[in-house]
Each structure stands twice: as structure tokens, then as C-alpha cells.
């Protein structure tokens, strides 16, 4: 069974351009249900069943549970069009709803105090790309210098299956992109890298996912709070909304393929202004 999931996977590279993150959570949950599966062949919905009472059982998060499912339902699904199994066991399935908790965000007064820490030319852009873009971690880190076009005012990234996407860059992001350059293009020629990737360690060490969750979550103890790079994005898009932004627009920014994703940031307003609502009226 190993062989026909790295057949689905390569399958899911080729043709649905996902990332190397996304094909390594699918082939983290395809090879946990494969142990002890001969024959694929075999598989049918009482096996399906009993996989997911033992994830229950073992007090997984409901979150993890359903993107199990969905692996599941995907894998099936092609073995039963590509002709590997005669019947697809999932295809009665229902992929259960994830249960929707409200993102965490930072007020614009937290970001600013965040922002006046005294930081390096390079984690000023990464904090100003993660908050005034909306960016996510991975498209950061990929981020290339041509993806810049300071002149034109805007950022180009490539999100969830290689969709790319235009995002306008303010003057402070502007600004901070500008005063880093000078030293990235030194540490370019101090170490002979042959790159265009913009964010450089003076160690001459791309930047990885890992160290911008450590600074992120570093720069979160200044004001209390367990934040992480998706913390910023959320931020962004909140912020954008109570400052009355159209919800489209939001959705075109974050690089939702559905509004219903966006729409959730809408709760999140309402939900700001009753918390600031009751907080004044009960210091009155």
C-alpha cells in the first residue's frame, strides 16, 4: 500500500501543485491508517470505522481528526478512479464540520509596541509582511526579491496550490523592505549566495518556518500573549474589516478560495466591539 500512496501523493504534486508541507500532512495520516493494511483492496467502511473510533479513543483533537478523514476520503476517491480498487469505501462518508473557534488577534496598539522593540532591519520585514500583507509563514519565507516591486507598491506570493496572488505594500512595509535590502545584498556577497530569496540570517542562513515562529512567538511575551505568525495574518484581516473594508477584498488579499473562510473575521469584529462596548460601560 506504500508504493500506490506515494503514486497518489506524486499525483497530488504533479497535477494539484500542493505544497511540500500539505503532501507531508497527507502522507503522515495515509501511512498511520496504512499499518497493518496488505491489501488496499481490502479496505472497506467497517476498517474506515474503526480507524476513526481508534483516533477518538486516543483523544485526538477533532481538527486533526477531520483532516484525517479528508485525507482518507481524497486517497480512496483516486484509488477508485485510477481502477486500483473496484469500490470506494469512503464514498458514503460524511466529513464531519470543524468546529469554529475564533482565531486569536492583537489590537494595532499591541502591533506598534511589538514594531518599537528595536529590531533588526530583517525582523522589522518579517513582522511588516506578516501583519500588513497577511501573509502565511510559508509564503513569506518563499518570497523571492522579484516578488517585491517597491516602485509599483505591492507583493506577489504564491499560496495553498501554487495560487499566486497580487497584495498591495504600504509606506511602513515599504519602508522597512528598503532599509533591509542594503543588508541582505551584503550578506549576498559576503557569503557568494547565489539566491533571490529575500529573507537572509547574517549567519548566511535562509530563513526558515521554525525561526520566524520562534521570533513571532519571542516578540508575543512583550505584551503577554501566545501569538504565532497566523496570529498576525488574522490580525490583518480583522483590522481590516472594523476599518470597514469589503469583505471580497479581504477574501482576495488572504487568498481565500471561499468567502465562508473570510467570513469568519466578521464574528470576530462583532464579537471586539461587544468585549470594548462592556469594558467601558462597566468602568462607568
Not at 529590531?119 to 522579484?146: A, D, F, W
Not at 520566524?212 to 501566545?226: E, R, S
Request: net charge positive; charged share 25%; with cysteine.
Amino acid at each position: 500500500m506504500y508504493q500506490i500512496i506515494g503514486e497518489y501523493l506524486e499525483y497530488l504534486e504533479l497535477e494539484k501543485g500542493l505544497s511540500q508541507n500539505t503532501l507531508e500532512a497527507y502522507r503522515r495520516d495515509l501511512s498511520e491508517f496504512s499499518q497493518g493494511v496488505e491489501d488496499i483492496k481490502k479496505v472497506d467502511r467497517m476498517s474506515i470505522n474503526m480507524f476513526i473510533r481508534k483516533l477518538r479513543e486516543n483523544k485526538l483533537a477533532p481538527s486533526s481528526i477531520i483532516r484525517k478523514i479528508a485525507s482518507l476520503r481524497g486517497f480512496f476517491k483516486w484509488a477508485s478512479s485510477a481502477g486500483i480498487i473496484d469500490k470506494n469505501p469512503t464514498s458514503t462518508l460524511e466529513q464531519p464540520k470543524v468546529p469554529q473557534h475564533l482565531p486569536k488577534v492583537v489590537s494595532i496598539k499591541e502591533i506598534e509596541e511589538m514594531l518599537h522593540n528595536n529590531l533588526t532591519p530583517l525582523e522589522h520585514v518579517i513582522m511588516e509582511l506578516l501583519y500588513s500583507c497577511g501573509l502565511r509563514v510559508s509564503e513569506l519565507v518563499n518570497l523571492k526579491t522579484n516578488d517585491i516591486d517597491l516602485s509599483s507598491k505591492y507583493v506577489r506570493c504564491f499560496g495553498k496550490g501554487s495560487k499566486e496572488r497580487i497584495i498591495p505594500i504600504g509606506e511602513i512595509a515599504k519602508k522597512a523592505v528598503t532599509e533591509y535590502m542594503p543588508e541582505r545584498d551584503f550578506l549576498v556577497k559576503k557569503y557568494n549566495l547565489n539566491t533571490k530569496l529575500l529573507l537572509i540570517q547574517n549567519s548566511g542562513r535562509f530563513i526558515t518556518r521554525q525561526d520566524v515562529y520562534t521570533f513571532i512567538h519571542a516578540q508575543g511575551k512583550l505584551i503577554h500573549k501566545n501569538i504565532s505568525p497566523h496570529t498576525l495574518r488574522h490580525s490583518f484581516a480583522t483590522h481590516l474589516l472594523e476599518n470597514g473594508a469589503d469583505l471580497r477584498v479581504v477574501q482576495e488579499l488572504l487568498g481565500h478560495s471561499d468567502v465562508s473562510t473570510t467570513q469568519l473575521y466578521t464574528h470576530i469584529s462583532k464579537k471586539r466591539l461587544k468585549d470594548v462596548y462592556f469594558s467601558i460601560n462597566n468602568e462607568s
